[in-house]
């Protein structure tokens, strides 16, 4: 009884393995079809790319909405690990926005397509904080401006609405940039950087933190 008990679990085992490889091969083979020719795939393109039949892929999705969502926690865990090391960086507010810009910008002008499909995907929370990551950006600016600047009355978390906001109008800039090139990539971040950081010092002066524009923040400096 242990003997068989032991081949079932193994069988079992096998199986779970081979199903998240074949899962993985579905969501790798909607990512490549998006990056080649856009968002506008269908689950035929997308199971003959991995190799299987069509019926097979609902094996693993149960809809092409739970697919869709897959591959958009993908390019969000990608675009955020690129822009991840970024917050480490030393530098004025406008500086350290800018650091966090660049690298998206960067990200979306080889990944067009993908960002076009992350950015029309529904705004659920689960995917707003994939892109955000564990860090986020607004609380980030908060904390070390406590550590620079006189006590204030701030009690509680800049509401996470206000990332959103940003991230919709990064999004909305880097489309419209994408569809009419009216200005350099360098123009783009720059214009981004002005407006990101117009708005967080807007949000933290509500918050009683008025940060100067020439206040430099040390990530580094707080943990001596």
């Known amino acids: ?99 966090l810009i660049a690298p998206c910008v960067a990200w979306a002008a080889e990944h067009p397509h993908l960002f076009r499909f992350l950015a029309a995907q529904q705004q659920t929370k689960a995917l707003h904080r994939a892109r955000l990551g564990r860090t986020r950006l607004l609380s980030e600016i908060v904390d070390a401006a406590r550590a620079y600047l006189r006590e204030t009355p701030l009690s509680a978390d800049p509401p996470e609405g206000v990332l959103v906001g940003v991230m919709g109008m990064v999004d909305a800039s880097i489309i419209w940039w994408f569809d009419h090139h009216d200005e350099s990539q360098e123009q783009l971040v720059e214009r981004l950087t002005r407006q990101v950081t117009a708005v967080l010092s807007d949000t933290l002066a509500q918050y009683g933190l008025v940060v100067p524009d020439d206040m430099v923040f040390d990530p580094e400096a707080k943990k001596v």
């Open 1 to 99: 009884m242990k003997w068989v008990d032991s081949t079932v679990r193994r069988r079992n085992a096998k199986e779970a393995l081979e199903s998240d490889a074949r899962r993985a091969q579905v969501v790798q083979a909607a990512i490549d079809a998006i990056e080649e020719g856009g968002s506008a795939v269908g689950m035929g393109q997308i199971a003959e790319r991995a190799g299987i039949p069509r019926p097979n892929v609902y094996r693993h999705f149960a809809s092409k909405e739970q697919l869709d969502a897959e591959v958009a926690r993908y390019a969000a865990t990608e675009l955020i690990r690129r822009v991840r090391p970024h917050f480490a960086r030393a530098g004025t507010p406008a500086e350290i926005v800018g650091g």
